[in-house]
């Protein structure tokens, strides 16, 4: 069984700062893939940002310059940092890893629970 535990949401006003935070626990061989996706009402689930083990980084054209994707690897834990937040960024974010159970297992494909951002004055 593996477990995801986001934090950091709230409500913020347009210009602030958050930090979001995800930490990965259970059956965990490796992580090859760490990320944050979001979704907003009436939207499909879009990718906001990855990072690999080796710590390549991957962006929505929409947060480049804005957010910054980070991991620690021996924490198992990924962290988005959000700045100069928009009234755009408002949705359910959602922590993603590809992960390994077992050296011989194939990658699945795990999800947290999602924490909510709103930006609004």
């Known amino acids: 069984q593996v477990q995801l535990v986001e934090s950091g949401g709230g409500l913020v006003q347009p210009g602030g700062s958050l930090r979001l935070s995800c930490a990965a626990s259970?059956?965990?061989?490796?992580?090859?893939?760490m990320g944050w996706y979001r979704q907003a009402p009436g939207n499909e689930r879009e990718l906001v940002a990855t990072?690999?083990?080796?710590?390549?980084?991957v962006y929505v054209d929409s947060v480049k310059g804005r957010f910054t994707i980070s991991r620690d690897n021996a924490k198992n834990s990924v962290y988005l940092q959000m700045n100069s937040l928009k009234p755009e960024d408002t949705a359910v974010y959602y922590c993603?890893?590809?992960?390994?159970?077992?050296?011989?297992?194939?990658?699945?494909?795990?999800w947290g629970q999602g924490t909510q951002v709103t930006v609004s004055s």
């Open positions: 993603n890893i590809l992960a390994r159970r077992g050296f011989a297992s194939s990658p699945v494909n795990y």
């Open positions: 990072i690999t083990s080796g710590g390549y980084t």
């Open positions: 259970g059956s965990i061989f490796s992580i090859n893939v």
